[in-house]
C-alpha cells in the first residue's frame, strides 16, 4: 500500500498540554489525519472532556489521555511508561505544554524563573530523550515543539520565558542534527498571539489590544487552528525532508520592522 503524503493513519501522536488552546487544536488536527493520540495535561476533568469528545468524532482511533504535569520528572517517566505499554512506539510528540509569569528580570524569584524553565525547556528535552527509543523503532517519526515569537526577538512576556523559548528552538536545531540517523525529524513553530485562555487576560485591554494589531501586518491575533496546521504539516510525510526548522506562525510579525 502506498503511504497518503498528507495522511497520518495509523500513527500514534503523544501531545502534551492538549486539553485546552494550542494543544487541543494540534489534537484534533492530528486526529483528523487519521493519528491515534495520547494525551496529555495535569488537570483531569477538561482532559477527560477532550479526550471524549475527539473519541466520539473518531471512534475508529484509540484516544487516550493522562493526567500529568511535564514539569515533574517523575510524571514525564510515567507518561513515557504510559505510552510504551500502549503498543509499537511512538511516531509524534508534540511538545506544547508551557508556561510562565511575567515580569520585570530584577523581580523574579529563583523558584518562579527555574520553573519556567522547568516547564517550557526540561520538559521538552526530557520528554523527547526518554520518547526517543520508541521514536526510533518507526523508519521515520517526528517530534514538533510549539517555540515563541519570544524565542526569536524582544517581546513583552518577560525575558526567562524568552530565554526559554529559545533555548527550546536551539534544542530544536541540535536534537535534529544528531537524531536524522535514526529517522527522527525534529522541527518547531513560533505563534506570536494566538486566542487562547493565556491570552485573553492582557488581550481584553482594548489599548494593548491595538498596539498587538498594529505591529501584525495581517492585523489580527491568530487562531489555535492556524497554529494546529503548521504543527500537522510538520508531523507528515509529506514535510519528510524538513527538520530543524522553526515555522513562524504570527501574521508578519517577525518580519515587520517599522
Ligand atoms: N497563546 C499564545 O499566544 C502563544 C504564543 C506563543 C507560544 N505559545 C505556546 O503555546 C503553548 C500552549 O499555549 P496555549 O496558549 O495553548 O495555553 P493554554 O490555552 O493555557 O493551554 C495550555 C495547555 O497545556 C496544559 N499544561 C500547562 N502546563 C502544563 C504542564 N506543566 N504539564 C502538563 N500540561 C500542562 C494545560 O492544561 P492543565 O493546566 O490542566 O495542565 C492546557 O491543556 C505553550 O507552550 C505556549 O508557551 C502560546
Not at 16 to 31: D, N, P
Not at 42 to 59: K, S, T, Y
Not at 155 to 179: C, D, F, I, P
Not at 226 to 243: D, G
Request: hydrophobic share 45%; aromatic share 8%; net charge negative.
Amino acid at each position: 500500500m502506498t503511504t497518503n503524503r498528507w495522511r497520518l493513519d495509523g500513527q500514534l501522536a503523544l501531545v502534551t498540554g492538549a486539553s485546552a488552546g494550542i494543544g487541543l487544536a494540534i489534537a484534533r488536527e492530528l486526529a483528523g489525519l487519521g493519528a491515534h493520540l495520547l494525551l496529555v495535561a495535569r488537570e483531569e476533568d477538561p482532559l477527560q472532556e477532550a479526550r471524549d469528545e475527539l473519541a466520539e468524532r473518531h471512534p475508529q482511533q484509540d484516544i487516550l489521555a493522562l493526567a500529568a504535569d511535564v514539569a515533574d520528572d517523575e510524571d514525564r517517566q510515567a507518561i513515557l511508561d504510559w505510552a510504551e505499554d500502549h503498543g509499537e512506539g511512538l511516531h509524534i510528540l508534540v511538545n506544547n505544554a508551557g508556561g510562565n509569569v511575567t515580569r520585570a528580570a530584577v523581580d523574579y524569584t529563583e523558584d518562579e524563573w527555574r520553573g519556567i524553565f522547568e516547564s517550557n525547556v526540561f520538559s521538552a528535552f526530557e520528554l523527547s530523550r526518554y520518547a526517543h527509543p520508541l521514536l526510533a523503532r518507526h523508519a521515520a517519526s517526528s517530534i514538533v515543539n510549539v517555540g515563541s515569537v519570544s524565542g526569536i526577538t524582544h517581546v513583552r512576556s518577560g525575558v526567562v520565558y524568552g530565554m526559554s523559548k529559545a533555548a527550546l528552538h536551539q534544542m530544536t536545531r541540535n536534537l535534529a542534527a544528531e537524531w536524522a540517523e535514526d529517522g527522527i525529524r525534529v522541527n518547531a513553530v513560533a505563534p506570536w498571539y494566538i486566542r487562547t485562555r493565556r491570552t485573553s487576560g492582557p488581550l481584553s485591554d482594548p489599548d494593548y489590544y491595538e498596539e498587538v494589531i498594529a505591529r501584525t501586518p495581517m492585523g489580527r491575533i491568530g487562531e489555535p487552528e492556524e497554529v494546529a496546521s503548521a504543527v500537522a504539516f510538520l508531523c507528515l510525510p509529506a514535510a519528510s525532508y524538513v527538520t530543524g526548522e522553526c515555522i513562524a506562525v504570527d501574521g508578519g510579525f517577525l518580519r515587520y520592522g517599522f
